[in-house]
């Protein structure tokens, strides 16, 4: 083992209830050419010493490469928990796995209308090296999200895009001492809709629009927080906490276009997401892709896919967290 403790195998499944979570992983294991996604009941079993293990202190390791494997519809990689509300139905898709809104035509079909998150990290590593280090997703990691579902049948109605209503980032600039802690809010429109964009709000620290050294306003690397997401009807309450930082909050309504500083945004889509379906997620979702072109999702940082040369050479994003809690 490089990377890790030479200690006793620890099963993530011992440290956090993993009944109600499938996990993506940044490997193909049997050579298929798909990524590995494990779920209920065999998540509870899984180890992965490279990309998903446990430590002796009770963390939870979450590790992504710059580059390897990905999921169809990113240049990203991820060690990431993808919520299952109801693991009997094996298709995530199904309406039974997923949460809506109160606003949603037929929320009784669903799972739950709103649901919450809570989790308690840190950001151990984020990518060094970028050939586009002024893109914004350089240097940064998604720790925790609300994804809405890609839906073709929703398409007419204007839904089903498959858009991020929320993604709590950690970005830390090579050299700096401190990162930041930001989450943003995805305009709900199609993919080839010039409005359709990331809107970044301060927690501790920037947003990624600055290349500032963040001070003590910021997070250090292995510097523990938590957030809480609480989706109740329309409405995604957030809740950011940290030894020695200000608690920081914010609410949002999902089902219209008024923004978290409550001004109306034009540019979004007016009835928000409230035709939708959503599911959380939570681990490390690496946000420096080592694809290299136009775009600002394409900051083409370092990594060779071999994993002992990318780890020595700091191409990778770890967080590791203590707590993982559904309700």
């Given at each position: 083992?490089?990377?890790?403790?030479?200690?006793?195998?620890?099963?993530?499944?011992?440290?956090?209830?993993?009944?109600?979570?499938?996990?993506?992983?940044?490997?193909?294991?049997?050579?298929?050419?798909?990524?590995?996604?494990?779920?209920?009941?065999?998540?509870?079993?899984?180890?992965?010493?490279?990309?998903?293990?446990?430590?002796?202190?009770?963390?939870?390791?979450?590790?992504?490469?710059?580059?390897?494997?990905?999921?169809?519809?990113?240049?990203?990689?991820?060690?990431?928990?993808?919520?299952?509300?109801?693991?009997?139905?094996?298709?995530?898709?199904?309406?039974?796995?997923?949460?809506?809104?109160?606003?949603?035509?037929?929320?009784?079909?669903?799972?739950?209308?709103?649901?919450?998150?809570?989790?308690?990290?840190?950001?151990?590593?984020?990518?060094?090296?970028?050939?586009?280090?002024?893109?914004?997703?350089?240097?940064?990691?998604?720790?925790?999200?609300?994804?809405?579902?890609?839906?073709?049948?929703?398409?007419?109605?204007?839904?089903?895009?498959?858009?991020?209503?929320?993604?709590?980032?950690?970005?830390?600039?090579?050299?700096?001492?401190?990162?930041?802690?930001?989450?943003?809010?995805?305009?709900?429109?199609?993919?080839?809709?010039?409005?359709?964009?990331?809107?970044?709000?301060?927690?501790?620290?920037?947003?990624?629009?600055?290349?500032?050294?963040?001070?003590?306003?910021?997070?250090?690397?292995?510097?523990?927080?938590?957030?809480?997401?609480?989706?109740?009807?329309?409405?995604?309450?957030?809740?950011?906490?940290?030894?020695?930082?200000?608690?920081?909050?914010?609410?949002?309504?999902?089902?219209?276009?008024?923004?978290?500083?409550?001004?109306?945004?034009?540019?979004?889509?007016?009835?928000?997401?409230?035709?939708?379906?959503?599911y959380f997620k939570a681990g490390a979702y690496n946000q420096c892709s080592t694809k290299d072109q136009e775009g600002m999702w394409y900051a083409g940082c370092a990594g060779s896919g071999i994993w002992d040369e990318d780890y020595a050479r700091g191409h990778y994003a770890r967080a590791s967290f203590t707590s993982i809690t559904l309700d």
């Amino acid at each position: 083992m490089t990377n890790i403790e030479k200690a006793a195998v620890i099963v993530p499944g011992s440290l956090v209830d993993l009944n109600n979570w499938k996990i993506t992983l940044p490997m193909d294991s049997n050579g298929d050419g798909k990524i590995d996604e494990v779920g209920p009941p065999h998540i509870s079993r899984l180890y992965e010493p490279r990309f998903f293990y446990g430590k002796n202190n009770g963390e939870l390791v979450f590790t992504a490469p710059n580059k390897a494997i990905t999921t169809a519809n990113s240049t990203n990689t991820r060690s990431e928990l993808r919520q299952m509300i109801d693991p009997s139905q094996k298709k995530t898709s199904s309406p039974k796995n997923n949460f809506v809104l109160a606003a949603h035509p037929k929320a009784q079909r669903y799972g739950s209308i709103g649901g919450r998150l809570s989790a308690t990290l840190s950001v151990n590593h984020v990518a060094t090296h970028a050939t586009h280090p002024n893109k914004k997703p350089a240097f940064s990691v998604v720790v925790g999200q609300i994804h809405a579902g890609k839906d073709k049948k929703l398409l007419s109605s204007g839904f089903g895009y498959g858009n991020e209503p929320l993604k709590i980032y950690y970005k830390k600039w090579p050299g700096h001492e401190y990162g930041s802690v930001f989450w943003t809010y995805e305009r709900n429109l199609e993919k080839n809709d010039p409005n359709r964009t990331d809107i970044a709000y301060p927690v501790w620290g920037n947003t990624w629009e600055s290349s500032e050294d963040p001070g003590e306003n910021g997070i250090k690397l292995d510097e523990a927080f938590g957030y809480t997401v609480n989706v109740v009807d329309n409405v995604m309450h957030l809740t950011f906490e940290s030894e020695n930082k200000p608690r920081v909050e914010y609410s949002i309504d999902l089902a219209n276009n008024i923004d978290a500083h409550g001004k109306v945004d034009e540019q979004d889509n007016p009835a928000g997401y409230s035709g939708d379906w959503f599911y959380f997620k939570a681990g490390a979702y690496n946000q420096c892709s080592t694809k290299d072109q136009e775009g600002m999702w394409y900051a083409g940082c370092a990594g060779s896919g071999i994993w002992d040369e990318d780890y020595a050479r700091g191409h990778y994003a770890r967080a590791s967290f203590t707590s993982i809690t559904l309700d």
